[in-house]
């Protein structure tokens, strides 16, 4: 029996969508680790005013968002060039 080829291509990319996913789910994950080990670590909710760390907070969850969407449009970015 002949196996069909005429799949792997759109399971190929869907594959490797999900790695890309995966990338920027680690990324959010280990960011989130770094500002709460942060925080607890260097006494930040006993030291900083309110509206500071409220700032740094937002900040920071804003630079992890964009570094979790950058992880994701570079396995995006390898599997369009692997197209190719």
């Known amino acids: 029996m ?11 990319r869907r594959h490797t969508h999900y790695i890309g996913i995966a990338a920027a789910c680690m990324t959010t994950l280990v960011g989130l680790a ?6 607890v670590r260097l006494d930040l909710l006993e030291e900083a005013q309110g509206d500071v760390l409220a700032k740094a907070l937002v900040i920071a969850l804003v ?13 995006r970015a ?7």
């Open 34 to 39: 770094f500002i709460a080990a942060g925080v």
């Open 2 to 12: 002949a196996i069909s080829y005429m799949y792997s291509r759109p399971l190929r």
């Open 63 to 75: 630079a992890l968002g964009v570094l979790s969407i950058a992880s994701y449009a570079v396995v």
């Open 78 to 84: 390898i599997e369009w060039a692997s197209r190719r």
